[in-house]
């Protein structure tokens, strides 16, 4: 894979909860850097079927360039990214796993879901 690859802009949100002091919590998405290069791929065949053991409605890999704070910045696997598409408007992802690097230091994927 290049950096030429990498053809849609996707943009991190972390969540934050706040007390609603009634024992409860309210939930805010804070974006994080805006555009970032990615790849966007649809899951098909044996990776589908393996995607769907983790969880039943992924459905697509999102790879990205290795950053250094990637585990902060995408708060442990619990962010969500908002993928740019040109096509269809802006689309939400929701994380089904956490990154793993592809190559060491190089390249970071992980799968997700599309947000109903």
Known sequence: ?????????ITIETRTETSDGHDGFTETWTAGPSRIAALVRSLA???LERAHQ??????HELTLRFWQAYDTD?????ARVIWHDAVTGDRTLELVEPPREVSLREWLAMVVREQL
């Not at 894979?1 to 802009?9: E, F, Q």
């Not at 983790?54 to 459905?59: E, G, K, L, T, V």
């Not at 995408?74 to 619990?78: E, N, P, S, W």
């Open 54 to 59: 983790i969880d039943p409605r992924a459905s």
């Open 74 to 78: 995408l708060d442990g696997g619990r």
């Open 45 to 47: 065949g044996r990776d």
């Open 1 to 9: 894979m290049t950096v030429g690859d990498l053809i849609h802009r």
